[in-house]
């Protein structure tokens, strides 16, 4: 019985371990770099999030899309297209973090409850774009720039 307990024990811990490791990648923190304002790269970009989600698995990834400077385009993007603004909201459904730049919205004059799609003033501003970045790095988030 006790061996019975024990092999139960292991096969869990093994099924655990196999679903973190399924794809091969494990777990993962990864900061995307948006600071462009051509609608195909941002359209690259969301889908390259989409495929990076897909290969590692929405529950081993911590995935975080800061924007800056003419980056604010990617919810600017969303507000005003419908295509833009679902893929948006289905990366938000699978757990990914938009923060834009406080910095931009001040200089850029935005107003964020009607340029800007489906941003949350208390949690998806950062004081300044690129010092977030940096931040993120210390704490052990990949950089990618798509």
Do not use: W
Not at 62 to 76: A, N, S
Not at 78 to 92: C, E, I, R, S, Y
Not at 103 to 122: P, Q
């Amino acid at each position: 019985m006790k061996k019975l307990i024990a092999v139960l024990m292991m096969s869990m811990v093994a099924l655990v371990a196999g679903n973190a490791m399924a794809s091969g990648y494990g777990k993962q923190k990864v900061a995307y770099h948006i600071n462009y304002d051509n609608e195909k790269r941002i359209g690259g970009a969301l889908r390259n999030i989409q495929n990076h989600i897909n290969a590692v698995g929405k529950e081993n990834l911590d995935l975080r899309v800061v924007m800056h400077g003419k980056g604010y385009k990617v919810l600017e993007l969303a507000n005003n297209n419908p295509n833009f603004q679902q893929k948006v909201t289905n990366l938000k459904d699978q757990g990914i973090k938009f923060n834009i730049c406080a910095n931009t919205i001040r200089g850029k004059k935005i107003n964020v409850k009607s340029d800007l799609y489906d941003v949350d003033e208390a949690s998806d501003i950062v004081p300044s774009g690129v010092a977030e970045i940096a931040k993120l790095q210390q704490e052990g988030y990949a950089y990618v720039r798509p």
